[in-house]
T-cell receptor, first 112, second 113 residues
Framework: DAKTTQPPSMDCAEGRAANLPCNHS???????VYWYRQIHSQGPQYIIH???NNETNEMASLIITEDRKSSTLILPHATLRDTAVYYC?????????????FGTGTRLKVLA | NAGVTQTPKFQVLKTGQSMTLQCAQD?????MSWYRQDPGMGLRLIHY???????DQGEVPNGYNVSRSTTEDFPLRLLSAAPSQTSVYFC????????????FGNGTRLTVT
């Protein structure tokens, strides 16, 4: 199963860009990278996903390296409400079906 | 459009009791799944379903049963609760399209004493 590695925690100043890295060196050619976040004890919230091209939406940007072995989630102007645990996920393929395997994520703290 | 709805939000059980955690989605999603979240462990997949009548095991299926009789509902049953099942449980769903993202409910916090 494809696995991801993320730093356990990061700090970011309010108003600055938050860059959250993720390593997924065993990713397969057709597997997407997904990012979610979890604020306090709420359910995980979908942020963005991509295959090999950079992606941007109203919440964030996703930069995937050319070899697809790592990616970076960018929150362009972090606010206090962005304090959360961020999960990078590569969907794992098993017997023709797909499972999302969550790691322990990165705890982002946005500082005033 | 309520998304993924989980009930109850909180539950306390005694060891050996049984209960069903309810999950319903109104997005006509084919795929549904259950996760449990424990401190320091991230989210772990318990069971999942790719459509009505089809279920399969995830990483940590022992002690849990599921069924999928309709597209909308995917209940999780604990037949004989154990303290090790104290956790927060999340239900999630997505469309059957290859790269569709998961949508999560807000969880059920279960304590087994």
């Amino acid at each position: 199963d494809a696995k991801t590695t993320q730093p356990p925690s990061m700090d970011c100043a309010e108003g600055r860009a938050a860059n959250l890295p993720c390593n997924h060196s065993t990713i397969s050619g057709n597997e997407y990278v997904y990012w979610y976040r979890q604020i306090h004890s709420q359910g995980p919230q979908y942020i963005i996903h991509g295959l090999k091209n950079n992606e941007t939406n109203e919440m964030a940007s996703l930069i995937i390296t050319e070899d697809r072995k790592s990616s970076t989630l960018i929150l362009p102007h972090a606010t206090l409400r962005d304090t959360a645990v961020y999960y990078c996920i590569v969907r794992a393929s098993t017997s023709g079906t797909y499972k999302y395997i969550f790691g322990t994520g990165t705890r982002l703290k946005v500082l005033a | 459009n309520a998304g993924v709805t989980q009930t109850p939000k909180f539950q306390v059980l005694k060891t050996g009791q049984s209960m069903t955690l309810q999950c319903a989605q109104d997005m006509n999603h084919e795929y549904m799944s259950w996760y449990r979240q424990d401190p320091g462990m991230g989210l772990r997949l318990i069971h999942y379903s790719v459509g009505a009548g089809i279920t399969d095991q995830g990483e940590v299926p022992n002690g849990y049963n599921v069924s999928r009789s309709t597209t909308e509902d995917f209940p999780l049953r604990l037949l004989s609760a154990a303290p090790s099942q104290t956790s927060v449980y999340f239900c999630a769903s997505r469309r059957g399209t290859y790269n569709s993202p998961l949508h999560f409910g807000n969880g059920t916090r279960l304590t087994v004493t």
